[in-house]
């Protein structure tokens, strides 16, 4: 009775522990540390040292202001497009992943845009002096700006810096952009000068969309920053929609989901961060207040720009720590070492789905003698069956002492009633593990298994990453779960079999959105599961024959 009551009150906790944990960021819920209030920068913080190539004074643009034209760049990674009228980047489209069809879990062959922002007028990253824009707003009087490169560049290797030239508000700025073919960070370089002495504020702008898919639950988009070595995050669209204001000692911040991350690493860290979400649009604001001009002495700060995938290494390789962003939680420590092992049996295999119920055969092999132990202790507790009934009908009246006499026959005949329950307890982090791995991990977005349902052209497990769209594999699971629970010893409690009976149908409408990859890991591990039981059933009767 104990073993069976530390069974359900395991499974109810799991239930409720993971249940309660999606739910409550679906809904918002999940409680966010609270942004600091930070003293604004002073007058004279000192600014970044500009590059060599800048070091002369910034005077008037020799070329003659002229409309707004595209500039396209194209690298191996992405395809970036700016425009000339106030040095915007309007789009950043990744050429290695693509959108998901909102038919079924597959890749619908169109380039992913990841920054989508292009409908703003200040685009992606923006530039505000005083609270005006710095790109033309249609007035006479207002900014002009003029680039004298070519429209359209193919940036094969190597590094390359454009240069666009403004005048807004009696202020010359040049926006220098370096970009590099083989890596997902771009920098920005920001010169700001004055004929007269005068002081402005600044704000940086770095605004995108919606980063994961309308219908999933579990992939959302959220705020995420670094402040003072404190990772943050913050998913609450009303608190974002009324505005946040986190302060200073920003190491970096953007907005990601659960496979890519739009980030702004500013150099100064003395500058005051704001986020809204507003008409669709996460957008991050870096202001620096009170910014001293004078004659012949230009301003200059520096910013660099992560665009791309959660790959370990390009976030490493970034101008400032942005692993954080990978999300693994609690169970860190064992989601790392199962995705090593993923990706090497996805090596051997060429298949992920295949990878990871090969993984689900190397963790059996390391539980079996927990799972030995578990059936032996089931079946010394199924022997112990007919006296823990008498011991019900005899002191059914008294449940102390029902009880106590059947924590005495476990004790009499040497029988652990958590001895069954220890490999469940064992693979909950193995399950959690698994469970952050898959949904943090970008190699597994868009990895099939099995694409469509046998002898058909019905899209089935296109994405591990993704439920089952058929919910064939939770159902089976559920199968496989009632099966094991019937091979399973009980206790003879009717209340308590009844109660175990509808754990399988619990976990079927759990599984039911849960990653196609991790139902696909639970379900071959209920068959693992029955092949050992059986096998040890008969191992067992052939001795006691």
């Known amino acids: 009775m104990e073993n069976h009551r530390l069974v359900i009150a395991v499974v109810l906790s799991f239930g409720l522990l993971f249940g309660w944990q999606i739910f409550s960021q679906y809904m918002g819920w999940a409680p966010k540390p609270a942004p600091t209030t930070a003293q604004m920068p002073p007058a004279d913080a000192p600014a970044p040292v500009p590059a060599a190539e800048d070091a002369q004074p910034l005077r008037i643009p020799a070329a003659p202001p002229s409309p707004g034209r595209d500039v396209v760049v194209e690298t191996p990674l992405y395809t970036a497009v700016f425009n000339s009228a106030g040095g915007t980047l309007k789009d950043f489209a990744l050429k290695k992943y693509q959108n998901s069809d909102p038919e079924s879990s597959r ?21 505000f002096i005083n609270n005006q824009s710095t790109w033309p707003d249609g007035q006479k009087d207002g900014p002009r700006w003029s680039y004298a490169g070519e429209s359209s560049i193919n940036l094969r290797e190597g590094e390359l810096s454009i240069h666009f030239d403004g005048l807004s508000d009696g202020l010359v700025i040049r926006r220098t952009f370096i970009l590099k073919a083989d890596a997902y960070v771009l920098r920005e370089l920001v010169r700001i000068g004055s004929e007269s002495a005068r002081s402005v504020n600044i ?21 995420v920053l670094a402040q003072g070595g ?9 608190r974002l929609a009324a505005g946040m204001n986190y302060g200073e000692r920003i190491q970096w911040a953007g907005a990601m989901s659960s496979y890519f991350l739009t980030a702004v690493i500013p150099q100064d860290q003395t500058l005051n961060l704001r986020a809204i979400h507003q008409n669709e649009n996460y957008t991050l604001l870096l202001e620096k207040k009170q910014v001293s001009l004078e004659p012949g002495q230009d301003f200059s700060a520096e910013f660099s720009y992560y665009i791309g995938p959660k790959l370990k290494n390009d976030l490493e390789a970034a101008p400032a720590d942005l692993s954080p962003v990978m999300e693994y939680g609690w169970f860190g420590w064992i989601a790392s070492p199962l995705l090593i092992m993923l990706r090497w049996f996805h090596a051997l295999t060429g298949n992920w789905g295949t990878a990871i119920i090969l993984l689900t055969v190397v963790i059996k092999i390391v539980l079996w003698p927990l799972s030995y132990r578990s059936y032996k202790s089931m079946e010394n507790m199924k022997k112990l069956q007919p006296i823990m009934t008498k011991i019900r009908e005899k002191y059914k009246d008294d449940r102390q002492r029902q ?11 040497k029988v652990n009633p958590m001895g069954g329950c220890l490999p469940i307890l064992v693979q909950l982090p193995v399950f959690f593990g698994l469970y952050r791995a898959l949904l943090s991990s970008i190699e597994l977005r868009h990895a ?15 994405d591990l990453s993704a439920k089952d769209p058929l919910y064939i594999t939770p159902i089976v699971m559920g199968i496989s779960m009632l099966l094991q629970q019937k091979m399973t010893p009980t206790t003879g409690d009717p209340t308590q079999a009844k109660i175990m009976m509808l754990m399988p149908i619990v976990f079927t409408f759990m599984f039911i959105t849960f990653p196609s990859g991790l139902v696909i890991y639970w379900l071959f591990n209920n068959i693992i599961s029955i092949a050992q039981q059986h096998g040890q059933m008969k191992l067992s009767s052939r001795k006691q024959s």
């Not at 922002?117 to 685009?123: K, N, R, S, Y």
């Not at 404190?230 to 009303?238: G, R």
């Not at 009880?403 to 005949?413: A, G």
């Open 403 to 413: 009880n106590q006499e059947v924590m005495q026959l476990y004790k009499t005949y």
């Open 107 to 127: 890749p619908s062959g169109k380039a992913l845009h990841l920054l989508k922002a292009g409908e703003l007028p200040q685009g992606a990253i923006g530039l």
């Open 230 to 238: 404190e990772f943050l995050d913050e998913t609450d669209k009303k």
């Open 448 to 462: 099939g298994f099995i694409e469509f349902l046998p002898f058909t052209d019905i899209v089935w497990l296109a």
């Open 203 to 223: 704000v940086r702008s770095l605004s995108t969309g919606e980063l994961s898919g309308d219908k999933e639950y579990s992939n959302v988009t959220k705020v």
